[in-house]
Every structure is written in C-alpha cells, then in structure tokens.
C-alpha cells in the first residue's frame, strides 16, 4: 500500500469575487472542498486537475498559475496515507454551466445514493476556513482571502 496521497484542487474564482465549492456525501460522510480529487498513477497534477474538473464539473479549464501546496503533515480522514495536496487557480474555458446551488449539501436525485454532489459560489471576502471540511483546505481558504485582499488593495 502506498503511504503518500497525492491531491490535485482547482481554485476557480469567478469575476465576482467568488470562489466554486463542491458539497459532496461520500463515505457515509458530508463535506464541503474545493474541485478536484486524487492522482492517478501515470498523471501529471495539471492532467489530474483538468480530469477532476471533466468529471466532477464537465467543465474545461484552463490553468492560470500554481497556488500551494501542503507544506505539513496530515492523515488522510479515509485512510492510513499522509495526504500532499497541490492547488492552483484556474479559469474555466467555455461557458459556465453547472448548476449552482445557494444552500449546503443541497444534493438533487436519490439520498441515498454512494456519492452525491452540488456545487456553490462563495465570496471570497466572506470566506472562512470552517466553510470547508479539511484541514488543508481550510488553510488554503485562509491564504486564498488573503492573496484577495492585498491582491485589491
């Protein structure tokens, strides 16, 4: 088994400020993080991020420019591996169609379902770290408000 969990996140922010959050129920669990999943084996991150986004969003993005990644340790919440996550801004490429919800975990379709997900903006500039479930998300939450703020002051 392997020890290290390689993640791939696309910060997508919209020309109001906002930044795309996906509410997901996995694993008998809710949580709420930004687009994007894991590696697979023979992928390059920019190539995982664009599948994460096909398959999640059915959307084609285009990567602007690097924004984190991990710099601490931290266990997976589904598993015995060390999570290492690579976020970067992105912008979408053709026309935005995702439905977007207004509510949390405002799922359509069966509930019990294995996995369900829906989509929602957030403003950056309302943005908390406990918006999100993962510790390493929430950090990035908190740097993504602050590149914003000094990036518009």
């Known amino acids: 088994m392997s020890t290290h969990n390689v993640r ?4 997508l922010v919209n020309d109001k400020g906002e930044v795309l959050l996906s ?3 996995e694993y008998n669990m809710q949580f709420t993080k930004f687009p994007g999943g894991g590696l697979e084996y023979g992928e390059g991150l920019i ?3 664009k ?4 398959e999640e969003c059915a959307m084609e993005i285009e990567v602007l420019s690097h924004f984190y990644t991990t710099d601490f340790f931290i266990k997976s919440a589904f598993n015995d591996t060390q999570i290492i996550s690579v976020y970067y801004l992105v912008k979408n490429i053709d026309a935005f169609i995702l439905p977007i919800k207004t509510k949390v ?7 019990t379902a294995d996995v369900l997900q829906s989509f929602r903006w957030i ?3 309302e943005l908390n770290p406990d918006d999100v479930t993962f510790p390493i998300d929430q950090h990035v939450a908190g740097l993504l408000k602050k590149y914003y703020e000094s990036d518009r002051t």
């Not at 791939?8 to 910060?11: A, D, R, T």
């Not at 599948?51 to 096909?54: I, L």
């Open 47 to 49: 190539d995982g991020l």
């Open 51 to 54: 599948r994460e986004f096909m």
């Open 123 to 125: 403003k950056i500039s």
């Open 8 to 11: 791939v996140y696309g910060l």
């Open 23 to 25: 509410d997901e129920q």
């Open 105 to 111: 975990f405002d799922f359509d379709g069966d509930s």
